[in-house]
């Protein structure tokens, strides 16, 4: 059996490495433009924030050999082309034409069965001057490495990153921790535009003001500018000029499909490569795996292009699979995203509140805030958790986290929920493990499951920080109630105008002081106080009376 | 309506309040011998750790407040009878009786409702002296801070721990990292007996070595002997005396059902109190919950007693709910239990290997060894993970997580993905987060799965650490194919009678030199090049080939 893979970053080697162990005679040819196989890619902000000392630990493996073309042949036997571009696909002689890069000669090679795994290209944005020198993509291997070469020739003092998308934001991390003054320029009104709902992407901005990098929104970038030596130094954007040593261009990728597309490939709505559940393409002799194909988001059941290193490796496991004769299919797309920057871990899974209600769903919503684990133990961390439900049912739709707490644990277990249709209540009941170094008695995830459940069935009734600063700008006069302790008000005061302050231990005996003219928010520290103080003032007829979702520890 | 709780720790006060929101008018009292109310007792090993600096932080809200009978009456009108015993129930009049423990004043107590979360008690072993000054058990509030003076005015070197439970573990922990000598004696041969099978238990016990702590498995004691002080100064075990300064029981708890087994109410065959998925006992208007109820494992179907704080947080919820007329279900068990001892993360849902063969299963089970995320991450550290599935449908029963990387997120990945059914195929889809701070490009959990597929589907030929030395016991001769780098086998070298040094990368060229007259183990660094090599053996008529599980990280 012939098998020709197109790519050798994720997809393509971990078909290549299956595919070797459950057929030991296969042929197995990997057919890769660049000179690195197998490259973490993923790596790159951390080598940039010199948290990986050595570049060539990205492509070895956890034993310290390089994966080479001579590893991947002495040690599994897989034939790497590097260097080579594949130039054309003839399905019907199953056959692809390549070109060696260096030396131009061409050849074709045959196929029983063929696999596209040829990933990405960073979107080229309509600015001027993108090819000066000074301006870079982070998404080739060598991408990397010339920024870090760009920085200590040019002993660059200010860097412009033109996207906050995942990756910029990890390159703005890694720079600013460095000391280099950042930029990040981004033309939507939030940070993580594709990942985030507004509401979480304003606690992520409000920590990169803390790091004191420079976060310009609606910010769009029309020109590149050099100086006198020819390289960058300043761009010019629709809210002005910025000086600045070098520019990193982070507004994301598409799949690479020219190949797909020319040989009549079925292309999906998103651009990316069509493929069943077994990763086949329109030619069941052909199948396309990693950040080329498209995806199905198990929650919506839409198209969605998700591409990340972690479906390559799974998808390539299922291609090397079908290839051999398995029956084995691919299913794991839950729009799961997680990233670390500015000492945040932030992730999302399921569906974001817009996309869900802009899907069709009956939407509710809620935030909570709190720890990871309990308040008494020294390493505890705050966290916020965003849950999107189905209104009618309960269902999770999708969820979103953020804090210098444990929060990827807790996506995790959101995307396994979700994963298998669980409602509110089942996570509820989840039986995550718990002692006082993981989580609370009550984990945050599990709070934040009966926070927004009790809302859904009308026990709670909460008003989340951005509805809240929609409500203020009506100019409606609003009471805000603050039942916090004496000390926590001086730390911490709040800076309304109409702030009533009564400790939460005085307020069944003084709550007829609170107005009924008109709206009463009720504020703490997390929203559990409140929450509790509500259903007291309900109960006492004050029925129009909400508490803050989440506190005054995210509202901002 | 009025309602009677009788306990005051953790599902009562939960219940109560919950309660209070549903029901703004209804009666609520708690019942609580101690002094304590809604006390931390899971961070009592923490405090002894010197992590807690403020005992009464385990008793405060996070803004500081203390939870005591001011708080609950001001904030929540909960009324709490402290310092009281209750004595008896009468159901037919709805009635319990209870005694004022310093005044011996008696009186009875309506209930249109009455719950039970009268806890746990200490289980006693038989061993004579426990009475003597200077022996602990770790399980009332005052515990922890009676050990700590002790300790402390004892000047004490060396302390005892009479079992190697979760608690016992937390405690030997706490103790040896402030440099106190610490024993634990541990009648079982392994440790945490009830929560891990013994090939990760032995991992454990390697851990406790290397931090100086002395562990005695199948170690019974028999007396406490006091010195001329009239205090512990040695015990007397199976395996001789040990010289000691204070001893900690920690062998375990049993539910705390005197009330409800005088009151005629069923017990479950555990001893705890039989309740059904509303907790309700088999008096409609008792319910029960927290550390004296009983509860059934949603794996295996069968009464369980696994007493948290966690579970019991959930089930006051439950109850309150019950009462205040919602239909609302408990449903959390999975047997999830966790640790942090020696800076390990330790941690087991679903059934343990020998528990689930026990019940009739047809099972399979796999190790794995890795990193909880990418090598060239520098905070990446290691993980083991063990298996457990249903050999016929690759049913997830499952998992036990041990190592200082992050294994707790595993387990609560593992938690949900058992209670929902899922199969080791599913958990292989999962779409966990994935960047370079939180996980490999294949999550370890997902490694552990298709590992474990592989196996189940014949597609590989593994050997556990523990049938390894099985086999060595049979002196069976084996021929030991150590197939790491020169300097990773330099570093650690096999100490085996018959070793064969074949590089991975020269297998291909030189795997006729591996004899064919003798089982062959191949051996590397975390059974990943191992596996991919026994693969290749195979395909060469080597059949008989197995790669050793985990690789030699975790073969001891």
Not at 10 to 31: C, F, H, N, W
Not at 401 to 416: L, M, N, P, T
Not at 422 to 445: H, M, Q, R, V
Request: aromatic letters at 6%; proline letters at 4%.
């Amino acid at each position: 059996m012939k098998v020709i893979i197109i790519g050798g970053m994720a997809a393509g080697p971990k078909t290549a490495a299956r595919l070797r162990r459950l057929v030991p005679d296969a042929e197995i040819t990997i057919v890769e433009q660049g000179e690195f196989i197998s490259f973490g890619s993923c790596g790159m902000p951390f080598y940039l924030a010199n948290l990986v000392p050595e570049f060539s630990s990205l492509y070895a493996t956890s034993y310290g050999v390089a994966r080479d073309i001579e590893f991947f042949r002495t040690r599994k036997d897989i034939r790497i082309l590097a260097g080579t571009r594949a130039t054309g696909i003839d399905r019907e002689r199953k056959r692809v034409s390549i070109i060696h890069l260096e030396s131009q000669i061409q050849s074709e090679l045959e196929y029983d069965y063929l696999v596209l795994a040829t990933g990405a290209v960073a979107i080229t944005p309509p600015i001027k001057g993108l090819e000066t020198p000074g301006v870079f993509t982070m998404h080739q291997p060598n991408d990397a490495l010339r920024l870090q070469e760009y920085l200590r020739t040019k002993n660059a003092q200010h860097v412009t990153i033109i996207g906050a998308g995942v990756i910029g934001m990890e390159v703005a991390d890694a720079l600013a921790g460095r000391r280099i003054k950042v930029t990040v320029c981004e033309a939507q009104n939030q940070v993580l535009p594709k990942l985030l709902d507004p509401d979480i992407a304003q606690l992520v901005a409000a920590q990169m003001k803390q790091y004191k990098v420079d976060l310009q929104l609606k910010c769009r970038v029309k020109a590149i500018n050099c100086g006198e030596d020819g390289s960058v130094n300043s761009i010019t954007t629709n809210q002005g000029e910025i000086i600045t040593d070098a520019v990193i261009v982070a507004t994301g990728v598409r799949p690479r499909v020219d190949l797909a597309q020319v040989a009549g490939l079925e292309l999906a709505s998103n651009g990316a490569i069509k493929v069943d559940a077994h990763l086949r393409t329109s030619d069941p002799h052909i199948f396309a795996a990693g950040d080329c194909a498209s995806q199905i988001n198990k929650v919506s059941e839409q198209e969605v292009y998700i591409p990340l290193a972690s479906t390559a490796n799974k998808q390539g496991r299922v291609v090397a699979d079908n290839i051999a004769g398995l029956d084995t299919e691919f299913s794991a797309v839950m729009g799961t995203t997680v990233l670390q920057a500015f000492d945040l871990n932030i992730g999302k899974t399921g569906l974001g509140e817009f996309e869900a209600v802009s899907l069709g769903n009956n939407v509710i919503s809620g935030i909570v805030s709190g720890h990871d684990s309990p308040h008494y133990y020294p390493l505890h961390s705050s966290l916020t958790i965003k849950l999107i439900a189905d209104r009618s049912t309960g269902r999770l739709l999708g969820a979103q986290v953020c804090g210098a707490g444990e929060a990827i644990k807790r996506v995790d277990v959101f995307s396994v929920a979700i994963k298998f249709g669980a409602s509110l209540k089942d996570i509820a009941n989840l039986d995550l493990g718990y002692a006082p170094p993981y989580s609370e008695a009550i984990d945050i995830a599990i709070h934040a499951a009966n926070t927004l459940e009790n809302k859904r069935c009308g026990l709670s009734r909460g008003i989340s920080p951005l509805a809240l600063d929609l409500l203020k700008n009506t100019q409606v006069p609003i009471c805000f109630l603050d039942i916090r302790e004496p000390d926590e008000v001086k730390a911490k005061p709040l800076s309304e105008k109409d702030v009533l302050l009564i400790p939460a231990g005085e307020l069944r005996e003084r709550y007829h002081e609170i107005p009924c003219d008109r709206p009463v928010v009720v504020v703490c520290g997390l929203g559990i106080r409140s929450y509790d103080a509500v259903c007291f003032l309900q109960s006492m007829g004050l029925e129009e009376a909400v508490y803050l979702e989440g506190g005054i520890s995210i509202w901002l």
